[in-house]
Structures are given as structure tokens and as C-alpha cells.
């Protein structure tokens, strides 16, 4: 009897040998597979933007400066080594939209958004591949518990979310943004692709300008910038909150903890950053100090708000006070939400930490808040996430000193806006030799794939301790 493989046409058993590698793959370890994905993403749109057709002159852009842009375009972060608005063809600009959605939702999450369309159902492994995509604790010390934001059974769920509220909430911003491009004078098709590329560029919290004035041009205009920080912030609360939202908008206090949280920290944070920036830049007339109080209060919210990782200013940053700079660093540093767009440790990540110094300064044993108890192993990957991250920040910005003999703190800016993927920058990208681009484009890439995940890649597989050692304690503090 001839073996069933051997029976099957040639194109049907190429197909399954190649499923049968791919499975493989997804087996071994999902987090490195998901830095595999992320390198080979970058790779290509590196290719695609070294072609001349992507460029504006028609010409071969510089190898260094294409593989930046892949990375900031995959990474959503928003710095550039070129001028983003006047370099790119049409081609090129369409490169970046389409780099940005795959970066912001995730690349694990996109291809089983895909494997979704394809077969119409989600195995369990597609299943605990977007599960660990959307919580880092899932791929860190496998199943979580019921204060998990999103359940396993759910995640077919989510990922329809992903895909609907991105596609709804760009195109909702895009047409309600048309009308302010209009009135700035741009013409009709022009107005039309502008104002979809801002949207896109908002929710994915990359912050790339299509046209070369940036947010000038719209700098009162309030309308315009408060849909940017809608935008941006929608982008910045995570998934996994905006479909606890949709499904659960008038029975708060069901919402998850990750949820109540989430938004709590994210809302003190913004808030506390406006309050700052406008005390600190108001005397300052290179930035806020030459308008009016009413003026100077908004620009400073729409900052605030753009240091979570949304990368667009209305004023220039170069220009700020020193410890402006010092508090955009740490707002820079914290980012938005678990499972979004932004970048950054998460804010979370800060009201875990935060919860528990309450605690032991109350001298109780557990994290509580919002009437849960949250459990140890919830900490012990906030402090590895906060430690890896200081530690990267630290080790870039000294190659970097050292490569571009700048100050510190324009340094330490623009490392820690490329480490949390928020696309401010101080002046520096633009002025890069080679080695630096590299430098920054690798911080990038690590802010990225989140220290959680090439944590997990690098012990994909755990031992089993049988033993426990005699426990004695250090001093501490």
C-alpha cells in the first residue's frame, strides 16, 4: 500500500512539509520566534527601502539610514535619519503605514489575525501564541490564573477586537481630522492622504509627519491635536482595555484589575505630566512662556500626552528647560498600556511597583488594590522588566556617548525615546555618524520585543527545581 503522503499531488505534500516546519517553529518557543519575525521584518523593509523606487529623487537611500527607518517603522517608534516627509515617495510613505500597523498590533498577534481570515478558526497553539503576545506573564511562567486580562477561551475575541478597533479608529480619526487639513490649505487628494497618514501614525503611537512642517501648521488648532491625543491614547491603554471597554463600558466594576488599572495610572500620569510641563516650561518662551495661560495649559496636556509614546510635539524639544527634558525622560521611560501600541516598561509594570512599596510601607504581606490581592510572581516581572530595561538604557547610552561625544542629556533622551518607541527626539538622530544609527536602531528593536519576551526567549525552557535551599536574608537598604 503506497504511504498517504506519497499518494497526495506534489503540491499538496510540499504544502504540508512546510506546515509541518512551521509548527516546528511555533512549538519551540513562541517568544523567539517572535524575534525572529521582528529581525526578518526589518530586514525586508530595509530592502524595500534601499530601492529607488522608494525614495522621492529616485535614487538608493544609504543602507544605515534604511535599516533605521525599518526599525523605527516596525518598532512604531518615530525617530528618522532622514526627513520623513520629503525623502519618501509615495511608494515610501505607504511602506511606513503599512510597517506601522504590523509593528503596533503585533507581530504574533497579526499573524494570527491572518491564520484567522485563512483557515476561519484558531487552534489552540494560535491561541497561546496571542495569549502570550497580549501578556507577557503567559510566555514568562505559562498559565495565568483568573486575573488574567484576557482569558485563553477569549483570545479569538480579542484578536477581532485588534482588527476592528484599529481599522475603526483610524479611519473614524482620519475622515474627523480631513476638515482641519482643508482649512490649512492643503488640496483635496493631498488633505485626504495626510490626514489618514496622522491617524495612523497617531494610534500606532509612531508620531511620523507626512509633510515637512510637522504639526505647525495645526499648532492652535485644538481640534486637530485633541483628536491626535485621542487617537494616541486609544492606541496607548492596550487591546486587551479596549475590548473590556466595548464589552463592559457601563458595568465598571467588573472591569479586570489590568483595566482599572491601567487607566488609573495612565490618567495620574498625564495628568501629573500637564501640571509639571506647564510650571516648568511657562516662564520658558522658547516653548510655552509667549502664550496665554488657556494656550499654555493645552500644549502642555497635548506633551504630556505625547510622551506616553505618541512622538508628535508642537514645540520644539531642543528648546526645553533641563529638567522638562528630566521629567520627559521618566514619563518617556513608564510609556502606555500591556498589549499596545506604546512602548515603555507599562504602566502597570509602575502601579504594581508602586503597590507594593503601599504595601510594605503597611507592613502587610500582599499587593492589593481594587479589592484583589495580587499575587508575588506578578512583581518579581515587574522588577525584571524595570531592571532589564534601566540596564539597556544605561549600556546604549554609554556606546552612545562615547560614539557621538554629545551631552548626556540629549543622549539619555534620545536613548530612552528610542527604547520606549516614542519618537521624540532631541536632535540627535538626524546627526548620527553610522555606528550610531546602529546603536540607536538595535534600542529600538529591544524596547520593541520587550525585555519579558527576549527574557523568555533566552530560557525557553525551564527547569524543575526539586529542592529548596536553607533560606537566610540579606541586608537590604
Known amino acids: 500500500m503506497l504511504d498517504r503522503t506519497e499518494a497526495l499531488p506534489p503540491q499538496v505534500s510540499d504544502s504540508r512539509r512546510q506546515a509541518g516546519r512551521i509548527a516546528a517553529v511555533l512549538r519551540s518557543s513562541p517568544s523567539r520566534l517572535a524575534i525572529l519575525v521582528f529581525v526578518a521584518l526589518i530586514l525586508v523593509f530595509t530592502v524595500l527601502f534601499t530601492t529607488p523606487l522608494a525614495s522621492a529623487d529616485g535614487t538608493t537611500t544609504h543602507f544605515a539610514d534604511a535599516l533605521f527607518t525599518a526599525a523605527s517603522v516596525v518598532c512604531v517608534t518615530g525617530l528618522a535619519t532622514v526627513d520623513m516627509a520629503t525623502h ?42 496571542a495569549a502570550g ?75 511620523f509627519s507626512p509633510n515637512a512642517e510637522g504639526l505647525a501648521p495645526f499648532a492652535n488648532d485644538y481640534w ?25 463600558f457601563r458595568t ?70 533641563g529638567a522638562s527634558l528630566l521629567v520627559t525622560d521618566m514619563l518617556m521611560f ?24 503601599v504595601a510594605e510601607a503597611r507592613g502587610r504581606r500582599s499587593m492589593e488594590a481594587f479589592g484583589r490581592r495580587i499575587p508575588s510572581d506578578v512583581l518579581r516581572v515587574a522588577v525584571a ?8 538604557v544605561a549600556v546604549m547610552t554609554i556606546v552612545l556617548l562615547q560614539i557621538t561625544g554629545d551631552s548626556l542629556d540629549r543622549v539619555l533622551f534620545e536613548v530612552i525615546s528610542a527604547f520606549a518607541t516614542c519618537g521624540l527626539s532631541s536632535g540627535i538622530s538626524a546627526e548620527l555618524p553610522e555606528a550610531g544609527k546602529y546603536v540607536l536602531a538595535a534600542t529600538m528593536f529591544l524596547g520593541r520585543v520587550g525585555t519579558v519576551t527576549i527574557a523568555a526567549a533566552l530560557a525557553a525552557s525551564q527547569s524543575r527545581q526539586l529542592f529548596r535551599r536553607p533560606e537566610e536574608r540579606p541586608i537590604v537598604g
Do not use: C
Open 88 to 129: 519618501w515617495s509615495v511608494f515610501g510613505k505607504v511602506l511606513i503605514v503599512v510597517g506601522t500597523q504590523i509593528g503596533a498590533v503585533g507581530v504574533l498577534t497579526f499573524a494570527s489575525i491572518l491564520g484567522l481570515v485563512v483557515t476561519r478558526r484558531l487552534g489552540l497553539r494560535a491561541k497561546l501564541i
Open 133 to 207: 503576545d497580549s501578556n507577557p506573564l503567559r510566555t514568562h511562567s505559562g498559565a495565568v490564573p483568573e486575573g488574567q486580562a484576557v482569558r485563553l477561551g477569549e483570545v479569538g475575541t480579542l484578536l477581532l477586537t485588534v482588527a476592528v478597533s484599529t481599522l475603526t479608529i483610524e479611519a473614524a480619526v482620519g475622515l474627523l481630522l480631513l476638515p482641519s487639513v482643508l482649512v490649512a490649505g492643503y488640496p483635496f487628494w493631498t488633505a485626504v492622504g495626510d490626514s489618514f497618514y496622522y491617524a495612523a501614525m497617531a494610534f500606532t503611537n509612531t508620531g
Open 224 to 248: 486637530f491635536l485633541t483628536l491626535l491625543m485621542v487617537a494616541v491614547f486609544a492606541g496607548s491603554i492596550g487591546f486587551p482595555v479596549i475590548r473590556a471597554l466595548t464589552k463592559q
Open 252 to 321: 465598571p466594576r467588573r472591569w479586570p484589575i489590568h483595566v482599572k488599572l491601567t487607566l488609573t495610572t495612565s490618567a495620574v500620569l498625564l495628568a501629573l505630566g500637564a501640571v509639571v510641563y506647564t510650571a516648568l516650561e511657562a516662564s520658558n518662551p522658547r516653548t510655552l512662556g509667549d502664550a496665554g495661560a488657556g494656550h499654555t495649559a493645552f500644549q502642555a496636556l497635548f506633551f504630556s500626552m505625547m510622551t506616553r509614546s505618541g512622538g508628535f510635539a508642537t514645540i520644539d524639544v531642543e528648546q526645553m528647560h
Open 334 to 357: 513608564i510609556g502606555g498600556g500591556s498589549a499596545s501600541t506604546a512602548g515603555g516598561i507599562k504602566v502597570t509594570t509602575l502601579a504594581v511597583l508602586f503597590l507594593a512599596a
Open 385 to 392: 522588566v524595570v531592571l532589564w530595561g534601566a540596564t539597556i
